[in-house]
């Protein structure tokens, strides 16, 4: 048996990993067929594989062959999220095929379920199937399970259920069950249980030989009592159906990419993002997380290590705008349904971010006992920022329902205009109304004294643009003249505060001399065309204070008030790509997209920054706000490429 010291391996690139989910939670799995990281039922849930943050402490769930030697290869089954790891040895050839099973996702709609439930309406139990086959020839693999609950911060015990076909684990507030379908064809099979010191973890070790054609299927589920853990080994995860919900899965996410409206360059590279972004959905509520991870740091060793599995407004926001764009509307309405049941009254009390069921309260707390990321301490969950002002929310709000109400999808959902939305609009406008000369923590949540950010201004008078149009299109109750004349003395008091003439560009601040990649939003939002002088300066001032060596973006290199460094920002960098090619500099905005490729996954997934100088992934992962940039870049440079035919023939 191979025992857990020996199990200790050093911590794998952050983009080497594969990502499955089933729009209630994700797990991240490692080339070498390692779950690393898995939060059950929810998104928000105490992780019970934590090895991600702490390679010695933390838990996690392996499938490999016995010779570490063979390496695994893996890819996505197309246009899905089930992922599959080859291993290729001398003797043969194996594959793990894992996925979380999902209901039909037309049928996902917004309702609110019980927390912490990872039950389907039917009763039957949400999972996380790996199946592993052999393809030919011979393989002998072991299994190493090592659960440890909470963080790794809470004691387990184990035990294995009768002929050997299942394991229970359970500690005192999470239980987890372990099912092993076809154990009765595999003569070489044998497993073992070992409890750790002090009940500080419980591992289940077991090996086998598998021939060509053999299988065995490994689904584990978790319950809300040791009672329910145990039936869910012992009889409900037995009677399921595998096969069926594998090739169930796959339909459902074929059915649902192929909604896609894009058809132009980097098509897979879309399709990919588009899927990720539907993986990182919480589907009892709408809500969208803006990662499945928390604490990968922003610098290797240091201290900006945030907790991302929550709902922040502007992500979700930009994350609806992405997908309405490639013709994905159900996402929109979902999230607007959950955006009317939070408490905002008039404004004062919404917040940038809330808990995946729309809780206010997001306490932060440091996991001392973990080590981190390579050593990247400390380890967060909760995050404070929810309690910051950004009044860029506002704007980003409106923008994003104003796009679904102009894409004409409310009326295949039989809404109405003049309903519960506006009043909620309305209310959100008044609001940036008397309060957009205020200060705030800005977009990047900047943990200090409050101030006037030019990015927030410039939200702000997209929430009066769109509620301005809105009205005007659809015939809505409104003070026209008023939302009218508040929007020409925002974008007067940007142009006047928010641009320096001796820096040339637009800055951070008001009479500030300090850069932000934010600024680079301007023209993807209507306040400024692309090629007026200022916006032309302040790309180029980008281009020159604002890069890496290899043209990739910071947000800012200004102090924030916070120890430590930062990788380029990803989605920044895309943003330049959408500028050069919103201003005719096609050849430049491809060479520079096609160069942010190369810092994916070997499955086209990003984290949320990059090392400066280098191709190494910082921050969580996959990011939310990565992949919509990338969407918006690629149908911007398919627009620009339009643009440039008709010169082109002529």
Known sequence: MVTDKQQIRHYQQINSYGVIGDCHSAALVAPDGSIDWGCFPDFDSPAV???????????????????????????????????????TGEL????????????????????????????????????????????????????????????AGTPATVSLVENQSGVIITSEKQHVGLAILGIRDIDSFSIQCEQGEQDE???????????????????????????AVRRLVEWDLLQRNFDWELAH??????????????????????????????????????????????????????????????????????TLYALNMLGFTEETRAFTRWLLHLSYNDGEELQIMYGLRGERELPEELLTHLSGYRDSQPVRIGNEAAQQKQLDVFGEMIDCIHLYWN?????????????????????????????????DNGIWEVRGDPSQFVHSKVMCWVALDRGVRM???????????????VRAQIREDVLAHGYNPVLQSFTQRYEDTSLDASNLIMPLVGFIDANDSRMLATVERTLEKLTDPQGFVYRYRNEDGLNGDEGTFTSCTFWLVENLARQGRLDEARRLFELVLTCASPLGLFSEEVAPGSTLSLGNYPQALTHIALINSAVALQKAEQQQQPSKSA
């Open 471 to 485: 009205a005007q299109q659809f015939h809505l109750p409104a003070d026209l003249e008023r939302w009218q004349e």
């Open 201 to 227: 973890y419980a591992t289940v070790t077991a090996s086998f030989k598998l021939y060509e054609g053999e299988r065995l299927t490994f689904a584990l589920g978790v319950g809300r009592s040791p009672r």
């Open 407 to 439: 894409s004409g999808s409310f009326d295949r959902y039989g809404e109405q205009p003049n309903g519960p939305l506006w009043m909620l609009m309305r209310t959100l406008i008044e609001h940036v109304c008397a309060h957009w000369k205020d200060t």
């Open 49 to 87: 594989f934590c090895r991600l943050l702490d390679a010695e402490r933390g838990g996690y769930f392996q499938i490999a062959p016995v010779d570490t030697n063979i390496g695994g290869k893996q890819r996505y089954i197309p246009d899905t999220n089930v992922l599959q790891t080859t291993f």
């Open 249 to 318: 899965t796959l339909s459902c996410w074929r059915k649902w990419i192929a909604q896609t409206e894009y058809n132009g360059p980097y098509k897979d590279w879309v399709k990919r993002s588009a899927l990720a972004l539907k993986m990182l959905s919480y589907a009892p509520t709408g809500a969208i997380v803006a990662a499945p991870t928390t604490s990968l740091p922003e610098e290797l060793g240091g201290m900006r290590n945030w907790d991302y599995r929550y709902t922040w407004l502007r992500d979700s926001a930009f």
């Open 92 to 151: 043969g050839r194996a594959v793990l095929t894992d996925f979380m099973p999902v209901e039909d996702l037309s049928a996902w709609t917004y309702r609110t379920l019980n927390n912490n439930t990872w039950a389907r309406e039917n009763g039957s139990c949400h999972s996380l199937v790996r199946v592993i086959s052999c393809l030919d020839g011979e393989m002998t693999l072991n299994m190493h399970l090592k659960v440890t609950p909470n963080y």
